[in-house]
């Protein structure tokens, strides 16, 4: 029998709010960087640190933050991330330095990685697969998609009114609010399986490897592909990862499952995933930089900006679940990439030197649909046949792969953007090369099997069998 949270609606609004603010904080500092830039004292060089700080310890640490949740228990890490995040958060908003605010944001990386993993895996167990897991999922996901552009409308409005400082102390009584609430809303931890420990060889070379990875491409935009820093991090880290690949093979309790590759959902999930983040994620980064740098638009018209875009986005999230009830994961993927890219090559002509919010329009209308309708199907796609003790590490693997397309896209897209003719030109060019490689993503859709409600395996609360996973309904899409 599937056992749920005592509230189930309201422990998924806490999921979801959950999913809200990690989210925010990818896009929240966008708006407020210039101004923070300005009172801190970055250097031109070191600001992109504000971001890619984050970036680097959320995509990082997320294997060990998946893997901790599935064997010490979710809702312990859910709260301890929370703490952590809300720690660091509060030293973000009091940071006077440089190296003090990276810190604070690299600390927030950490504590995004313990809660996402957490959290999805909350989702995926509480609810079994089919039509209530699928609506789950797109609660979850409107939330966490959403958080993807509203960030940047909070931000402004926050900045406008309160300073840079504020994008960073709002996060506080959030997540202390959240942290409380996991008590009453989530369900209990069992006690630690002692039976099953770290892999701790796997621990270090994999955080490690996954680090200096996104570390290293990081780097690329401010120091080339060819700079010794980028080159030699890079040769670590695949170095690193190539050791935690033969430590998992051999190891009785792995930090991530090697049979979970070859899975015939996740594994090509995974690479959709990282076309997502490679490209349309990025993408708000670019119309970022359109509305401020080539419009003028001031913090708080740029975050007003995105208004358009989170509602676009919030009814992506709701066609999603009926989508994928009615043709499937696999088709809803296709779809949601065909819009993703085409709402981006729309973008990409809009985005010219004497343009308006009303050149763009077209463009956020067709993209955000196409963002919220593939930010919950790619990850049903990937929780899709995974049995519950392992919905953490899968939670875990799928946004590593986010991350790591994160950092790759954006560096290439922004040495596209620096080889082009003006800021317009040079942000048209990035919109437009991802536009086009946004479609890869439906080479790895093609792989998946086609099917309406999922497959079985993914278990209820504490590694029972959901009922709805008993059968494996299958369609052709």
């Keep these: 029998m599937m056992r749920f949270a005592p509230k189930p609606g309201l422990s998924l609004a806490l999921l979801a709010f959950s999913s809200l603010i990690t989210s925010l904080d990818f896009t929240i500092v966008y708006v407020a960087l210039p101004e923070l830039v300005r009172d801190v004292g970055f250097s031109e060089g070191s600001a992109q640190w504000v971001i890619s700080a984050y970036a680097v310890f959320f995509g990082g640490f997320l294997l060990l933050?998946?893997?901790?949740?599935?064997?010490?228990?979710?809702?312990?890490?859910?709260?301890?991330?929370?703490?952590?995040?809300?720690?660091?958060s509060l030293l973000g908003g009091l940071a006077t330095?440089?190296?003090?605010?990276?810190?604070?944001?690299?600390?927030?990386?950490?504590?995004?990685?313990?809660?996402?993993?957490?959290t999805l895996a909350q989702v995926n167990t509480m609810f079994g697969e089919g039509r209530r897991r699928l609506r789950a999922l797109g609660v979850w996901a409107m939330a966490g998609a959403g958080g993807l552009s509203a960030g940047a409308l909070l931000g402004g409005l926050l900045t406008h009114a309160f300073g840079w400082e504020a994008v960073f102390l709002v996060n506080v009584p959030l997540v202390v609010a959240a942290a409380a609430a996991a008590f009453w809303l989530l369900p209990a931890d069992g006690p630690v399986d002692r039976g099953h420990g770290y892999d701790l060889p796997g621990v270090v070379t994999g955080t490690a490897g996954a680090t200096l990875l996104v570390y290293s491409i990081a780097e690329v935009p401010d120091a080339g592909w060819t700079s010794p820093r980028v080159v030699v991090g890079a040769a670590l880290a695949l170095g690193l990862l190539a050791a935690f690949l033969a430590v998992e093979a051999r190891s009785r309790s792995p930090l991530m499952p090697l049979r979970l590759l070859r899975d015939r959902d996740l594994a090509p999930a995974l690479a959709i995933i990282f076309v997502f983040g490679a490209t349309m994620q990025n993408v708000v980064y670019f119309l970022t930089l359109y509305f401020q740098d080539v419009l003028g638009y001031t913090a708080l018209r740029a975050g007003l900006a995105f208004l358009g875009l989170s509602v676009v986005i919030a009814l992506g999230n709701f066609v999603a679940g009926r989508l994928m009830l009615r043709i499937g994961i696999r088709g809803t993927l296709l779809a949601a990439l065909l819009l993703g890219a085409g709402g981006s090559a729309l973008l990409a002509a809009g985005m010219v030197a004497d343009g308006s919010y009303l050149t763009v329009l077209a463009g956020?209308?067709?993209?955000?649909?196409?963002?919220?309708?593939?930010?919950?199907?790619?990850?049903?796609?990937?929780?899709?046949?995974?049995?519950?003790?392992?919905?953490?590490?899968?939670?875990?693997m799928a946004n590593t792969a986010m991350q790591i397309g994160v950092g790759v896209g954006l560096a290439v897209l922004v040495g596209v953007a620096a080889s082009g003719t003006g800021s317009a030109g040079g942000l048209r060019a990035a919109v437009t090369v991802s536009a086009g490689l946004t479609l890869l993503g439906g080479i790895a859709a093609l792989a998946l099997p086609g099917r309406s409600g999922g497959a079985p395996g993914a278990g209820a609360a504490g590694g029972e069998p959901a009922e709805a996973g008993r059968s494996r309904s299958v369609a052709r899409s």
Excluded: H, K, N, W
């Excluded at 809702?75 to 703490?83: I, P, Q, S």
């Excluded at 649909?369 to 939670?395: H, N």
């Design 65 to 88: 933050g998946g893997r901790s949740g599935d064997l010490l228990g979710r809702r312990r890490m859910f709260v301890l991330g929370m703490v952590a995040f809300g720690g660091a």
């Design 97 to 118: 330095s440089p190296g003090a605010l990276v810190a604070a944001r690299a600390i927030q990386g950490v504590g995004a990685a313990i809660v996402f993993p957490a």
């Design 364 to 396: 956020i209308v067709v993209y955000g649909m196409g963002m919220g309708t593939i930010y919950p199907t790619q990850f049903a796609a990937a929780a899709t046949g995974v049995d519950a003790r392992e919905q953490g590490i899968a939670g875990g």
